[in-house]
C-alpha cells in the first residue's frame, strides 16, 4: 500500500483541524452514539471557514470541496456498521498529489454530540482526527 503523500496546505490543514478539534470537548456525548448523523447531510469543521473546506453527503457519495467550491474530491461511502465505514475516492478536479483515485480511507466514528462527530480517519499509516459539524440535512 502506497503512503499518501501531504502537500504543505493539506498538511497545515490537518494540523490546525487537530488541533482546534482537540479543542472541542464533547462534555455530554450522546450515549449511544449517533452515528447515522453522518450518512446525510452539509458538514463543516469547527472554527474552519466554509470556503475553504465543507463536505456534502447524499446517498452514499460523500463531496469535499475546497477553494470556494472550486475544487472537489467525490467518494463513495461503503458502511461496515453504523460508525465504521470506508471512504473509496472516485473523481477529484485538482492535480495535486495528495489523494488519488482509488484511495480508500477507513473511518470511524467514535463520539457524536448534538450536531458534532468526531471522526478518525486512515489510510496507510496515517490517523487523523477531525470534529464536523453538521449545518443541515
Not at 32 to 37: E, M, S, T, W
Not at 40 to 63: A, L, S
Not at 117 to 123: C, D, P
Request: with cysteine; charged share 30%; hydrophobic share 35%.
Amino acid at each position: 500500500m502506497r503512503h499518501l503523500k501531504l502537500g504543505s496546505a493539506v498538511l497545515f490543514a490537518l494540523v490546525f483541524s487537530q488541533a482546534k478539534s482537540q479543542k472541542t470537548a464533547f462534555d455530554k456525548p450522546d450515549q449511544p452514539a449517533k452515528c447515522k448523523n453522518i450518512r446525510d447531510g452539509k458538514f463543516v469543521r469547527v472554527n474552519y471557514p466554509e470556503g475553504i473546506w465543507h463536505m456534502t453527503i447524499k446517498d452514499n457519495i460523500q463531496t469535499e470541496y475546497f477553494n470556494n467550491g472550486k475544487d472537489y474530491i467525490k467518494s463513495t461511502l461503503v458502511f461496515v456498521d453504523d460508525c465504521n465505514y470506508k471512504v473509496i475516492v472516485l473523481e477529484k478536479t485538482n492535480n495535486d498529489d495528495r489523494i488519488h483515485t482509488g484511495d480508500v480511507f477507513s473511518n470511524k466514528i467514535v463520539e457524536t454530540q448534538d450536531n458534532l462527530l468526531k471522526v478518525q480517519s486512515k489510510i496507510a499509516n496515517d490517523q487523523y482526527e477531525v470534529i464536523y459539524v453538521k449545518v443541515k440535512k
